[in-house]
Structures are given as C-alpha cells and as structure tokens.
Antibody, heavy 124, light 107 residues
Framework: QVQLVESGGGVVQPGRSLRLSCVASGFTFRNHGFHWVRQAPGKGLEWVAVISFDGIDKYYADSVKDRFTVSRDSSRNTVYLQMESLSVHDTAIYYC?????????????????WGPGTLVNVSS | SSELTQPPSLSVSPGQTASIPCSGDQLGDKYVSWYQQKTGQSPVLVIYQDTKRPSGIPERFSGSNSGNTATLTISGTQSLDEADYFCQAWDSISSCVFGSGTKVTVL
C-alpha cells in the first residue's frame, strides 16, 4: 500500500537551516509529483511546495520562496525539503503528500496520500 | 492568491445531514477537493474533482460545486465523522489554497 514517511523535524533556532525527508513506498515513485503541506499548531493547512515527477518543475508558496528548496532522489525513493533562514512563523507540522496523476505536470490535482508529518519547532 | 471561506464550526445530530460550504471567487470554474482531519492525525482525502469519492470513503460523503460555492455533504452523520474538514483548490500551477477549515461536532 502507499506509504509516505517524513523525518528530519526538530527544534531549531531562528535563522538556522533544516532538511526534511519523505520516504515513499508501495508505488512507482518516479511516476508521481509530490507536495509539501504544513500546519501550524492549532491552525489550518498551508501548501508549501511541489516537485514534478521528473524533478524538473518546482513551485513554491510566496511565504517560502527563495528560502525553501524541494528536490527528489529516485534512487532512494525520497523527496526532500531544504529549509533556510527559518523563522518562528515556519513552526508547523510538515506533511509530504502525493499527487495522484501519473507522469503529468501541466497542472496539479488533489493530495491522495499523506504521511504522518514531522514537527518543525523554530524557537530560540 | 484567492481565499476560500468556510464556517469555523458546525454541529449536527447523529443521523442528520451536515452540509459544509466553501466559498470563493468563481470557485465553480475550479476543481475542489475535501479533506477530513481527526485530532492528532494526518488529513485524509474524502472528495476530489468536486464530486468523486476515493476508494474506501463511505457513500454518505458527497460533494458539489457551482457558482462561487462548493459543498461537502455528509448524509446520516455518525459520531466517527467528527473532525475538521478543509476544502482545497488550485488558483494556478503555482498557487494552491485551502479553506480555513470547519470543525464538525456530532451531538
């Protein structure tokens, strides 16, 4: 079955960096795009970034543009989110989610599978 | 980017119908998805492309979208349907928006 597992979260000081990982299993990794979605404590969902199935197309929310970078490694079935210049406003649970369309990147669809999330706490 | 507006909360009696609206400018021109999130858990897709149900989602969940409002309907609501529900749509290839969420209480 489809499984996504995030890791790499933790407590980090403002201004520092952190890299999150999302390991996928149960399906053909290279066929799908992946999204990162975050949720601040007690708040709603916020889309963060997406990477296409081939790793060529990447898009970011304005709130993280120029600070976050999404990438993927098909040899490891893993998607990454490199986060720089973190601020307290980045404190959230970060979820990895799969785009269900196969080898398609002209538009995005829904998020059909989600990981359990990893908590990033930016605090001094 | 545009905004999607949902009521913060909604109460429904067991067995009754819950209708959760999601409003946005010309929302009917976009595909809307809905996610259920129970306390301490990850979101779960319950409706996609306005009206489609993923495998494993009960038939009591249905969706519609027209004009400026999309609606998630839960028929014969059960206590296990208590959760937060979020609508979601794409403004463009680089802009995704979620509704603020509706907390459904079954009592």
């Amino acid at each position: 079955q489809v499984q996504l597992v995030e890791s790499g979260g933790g407590v980090v000081q403002p201004g520092r960096s952190l890299r999150l990982s999302c390991v996928a299993s149960g399906f053909t990794f290279r066929n799908h795009g992946f999204h990162w979605v975050r949720q601040a404590p007690g708040k709603g969902l916020e889309w963060v970034a997406v990477i296409s199935f081939d790793g060529i197309d990447k898009y970011y929310a304005d709130s993280v543009k120029d600070r976050f970078t999404v990438s993927r490694d098909s040899s490891r079935n893993t998607v990454y989110l490199q986060m720089e210049s973190l601020s307290v406003h980045d404190t959230a649970i970060y979820y990895c989610a799969r785009d269900p369309r196969i080898m398609y990147k002209s538009s995005w669809s829904h998020f059909d599978s989600w990981g359990p999330g990893t908590l990033v706490n930016v605090s001094s | 980017s545009s905004e999607l507006t949902q009521p913060p909360s909604l109460s429904v009696s067991p067995g009754q119908t819950a209708s959760i609206p999601c409003s946005g400018d010309q929302l009917g021109d976009k595909y809307v998805s809905w996610y259920q999130q129970k306390t301490g858990q990850s979101p779960v897709l319950v409706i996609y492309q306005d009206t489609k149900r993923p495998s494993g989602i009960p038939e009591r969940f249905s969706g519609s979208n027209s004009g400026n409002t999309a609606t998630l309907t839960i028929s014969g609501t059960q206590s296990l349907d208590e959760a937060d529900y979020f609508c979601q749509a794409w403004d463009s290839i680089s802009s995704c928006v979620f509704g603020s969420g509706t907390k459904v209480t079954v009592l």
